[in-house]
Each structure stands twice: as C-alpha cells, then as structure tokens.
C-alpha cells in the first residue's frame, strides 16, 4: 500500500505529541511514568457533561463541533489524563450516510428495523460508503477545533505549558465491523447479538457484504480523524467476545483487517531521539506509522488473534490479568488496561490495591497504558477518577 505522510501541521508531524507517555507507550517505550486515560471518560460520570447535554439529543450532540470538542476536552482538564477520546459514537458514520439510527438514553443505539437478511443486507450495501468523505465536515471540525486546544494548552499539566513534544495525543475511533453488525442485525442492543451471529452461519454471502460494508464505512471515519488531527485510532470490537475463535478468525478478522487497511498507510515524519541501533544515528530522519489500538469485552480467548489482525497495542478487559494476556499476545506487545469498572465505587483502600496490582501485571509487557476493563460507569463519583490518575502517575513511575 502506498503510504500517506500526514501533513506538517499534524500533532504528530508536528513534535508535539509523537513523544507524549501515550504514544510512545503504544510504540512499546515506558516514559517518565505509565500513561492513563480511561474508556467513556467523557459522558454521565461528569456533572459538567451532563448539564451541556441538557436539551440535546446524543448523536446532535457528537455532531455540533463546539460540543462534542467541548466534551472531549472536559475529562482531560478535570483528570489531568494522558489521551483524549474524541466525543463520538460508534454508530455516527452510519448516521451520516443516512442510516436511520438515534441513541436512546439508557439504551443505547437504535434503529428503525433491524438488517438481519440478504434485503436489509442489499439495502445498506446500496449506500456507497464513500459518501461518508462528503457528510464528515463536522467530525473533521470537531477534532480540529479538540487538537487546536490540546495543542496550545495542556489541560493535563498545572502550568497548562504544553512540554515539547509531549502535547495530550487525541484518540480517534471507530467501532469494529462486527460490533456495529451486532446493532445493525438486531436493530439495536442485545445481550448475546444472536441475529448477527445466526446471519453469519444462514447467509455467509450476505454476512461477508454486510462486513465489508461496514469495514470501509468505520475504516473511512477513522481515517476522517487521523488526518484531522487525531494521533491515534483505536478500534472497539466490544461485543467480539461473543465470538468462539473459528468463527471470529474466519468471519470477523478479515473485515476488522479491512477497516484498519483505511489508517494503516498513514505515517509521519519524525527524527530520532536515541539510536535504536547500530545503523540509526540520533537526529536520522525516520517514518512512524500512526498508533493503532484494539479492544473487545470478554475477549480473552481472542487476544492473539485480535493482535494479529495487525495492531500495536491489545486493549483487555478485566477478566484475565495483565500478565496473562501478556503471555497470549506475546512479550513484545504493549497493553492498555484493564481495571474492573465495578472497583470504582469501592471503599480507597480496595481500589487502590487493586490500582496497583493491574500496574505489576502490566509491567509484563514492554509498555503499559493503564486504562479500565470497559468503560466509566455513569454512575462514578469524579473524584475518584482523578484520584486514580494521580495514584497511577505516581506509583507507575520507574
Ligand atoms: O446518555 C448519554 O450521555 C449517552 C451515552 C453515550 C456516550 C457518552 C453513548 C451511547 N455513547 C457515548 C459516547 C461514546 N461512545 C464514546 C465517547 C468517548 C469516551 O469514551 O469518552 C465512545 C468511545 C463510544 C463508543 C461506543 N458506543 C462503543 C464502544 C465502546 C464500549 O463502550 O464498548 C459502543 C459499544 C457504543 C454503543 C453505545 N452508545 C451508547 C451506549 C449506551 C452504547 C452501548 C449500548 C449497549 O450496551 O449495547
């Protein structure tokens, strides 16, 4: 594939965050201490969130750039963590491109009928996803407008200087092809996503249409926010592990490959700091691709194959440790994660040894973003957020 390199104006090409905890963290190098940002950190956790939200539905919300840059920047200023997330959903690409589909407080993502057949297969597969390049003016924006922040002031530093080369990194993301099937078959949330997974058996010709249209959909909003200035992509497949490991290497793997295909010739132009080896000189001109980050709940049986279908860094959920999933995707890999959301809301002393019990496990991998197993519960005291993130800076210190 030919490579992209990213314009000077890019955070990363730029210097101002290829050096950040976070990014160096996901090309495998520990830095002065371990890097933390934690999944739907911006959202119902925060009151300040919740008041701008009055009044708003959830996907205008993701598409009023003033909002959603504000959003996102909110968890970074309050927590003083390593990474935003860019305020979004997995399901706004589909919206843009004229899927019928709105959020449903409580809920979750809903759609009018749901694609569970070789029909609803062909109807979606009628848009053509690169349409999508057209409606994304206000992601475009929105990331824009979070890094044009991030970049001048530190939000995570007391002094609000950015450090050279270590401005907070945007994450963008998107959601993988077989968590957004698992809405779409169904027409929205389940608990075991069984229309998906009986339209994956009954139909492999329409499952496999389905998956590469949703693989080029997802693939091409990730895209819209690496050029737009995010520094790096991570790639939910939340619902995976309802997957056994047949069915996700031979019905699911490729098209996630596919949708990561959409960032993985995009690089950017840097010089190196310290020589890596014999061959490279300090102050050498080199290419970096951009980060990329994968993650799914319940997934420990999938790691390897979740690695292998060509990412940096493994997300893990809390239901294996650290240093087990080490052992499943290989020594070289960096890992983010993996607090149980639940121990939020339990007594300090509890948390914090549970805090620091997933920073020793992570010390089995070359580098460690510490992160919770899924996402802030909205009923989270704040608070105790910020807390962790000090806890984490100061006892993943080297
Ligand atoms: O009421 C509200 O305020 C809306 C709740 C909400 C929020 C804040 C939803 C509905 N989505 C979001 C934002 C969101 N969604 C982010 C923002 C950035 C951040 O992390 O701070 C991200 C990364 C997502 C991605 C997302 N949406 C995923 C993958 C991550 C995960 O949690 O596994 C999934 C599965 C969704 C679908 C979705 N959207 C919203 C809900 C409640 C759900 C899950 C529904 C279900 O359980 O099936």
Known sequence: MARVILPPQHPLSAGLTGDSRLVRAYRGERSDTTPVWFMRQAGRSLPE?????VGTRMLDACL?????????????????????????DIVVPLKLVGVDVEIQPGRGPVFSRGYA???????????????????????????????????????????????????TP?????????????????????????????????DPGAWRALMDWTAELTGRFLRTQVLAGASAAQLFDSWAGALSLADYERHVAPASARALSFVHDLEYETT?????????????????????????????????AMHDIGVDTVGVDYRIPLDVAAQRVGADVPLQGNLDPALLA????????????????GAAAPAHVFNLGHGVPPETDPTVLTRVVELVHEAGAA
């Open 64 to 88: 009023d750039t003033a909002l959603a840059s504000e959003i996102t920047l909110q968890p970074v200023r309050r927590h003083r963590v390593d990474a935003g997330i860019f305020f979004s």
């Open 346 to 361: 339990a007594p300090w002393p509890v948390l914090e040894a549970a805090v620091r019990d997933v920073l020793a496990r």
């Open 49 to 53: 969130y919740r008041e701008l939200r």
């Open 170 to 202: 945007l994450i963008g993301f998107a959601g993988a092809p077989f968590t957004l099937a698992a809405y779409l078959a169904e027409g929205g949330p389940s608990k075991d996503h069984l229309a998906a997974r009986t339209l994956m058996h009954a």
């Open 272 to 304: 190196l700091r310290e020589p890596q080896d014999s061959a490279d000189a300090a102050g050498a001109a080199i290419t970096r691709p951009v980060p990329v980050v994968h993650f799914g709940v319940g997934t420990g049986e999938l790691l390897g």
């Open 117 to 167: 057949d070789a029909a609803g297969v062909a109807e979606l597969t009628g848009i053509d996803p690169a349409r999508l390049d057209e409606a994304s003016g206000p992601i475009t924006e929105a990331v824009e407008r979070t890094v044009a922040e991030l970049n001048t002031t530190d939000p995570s530093t007391a002094s609000g200087q950015v450090r050279s080369g270590a401005a």
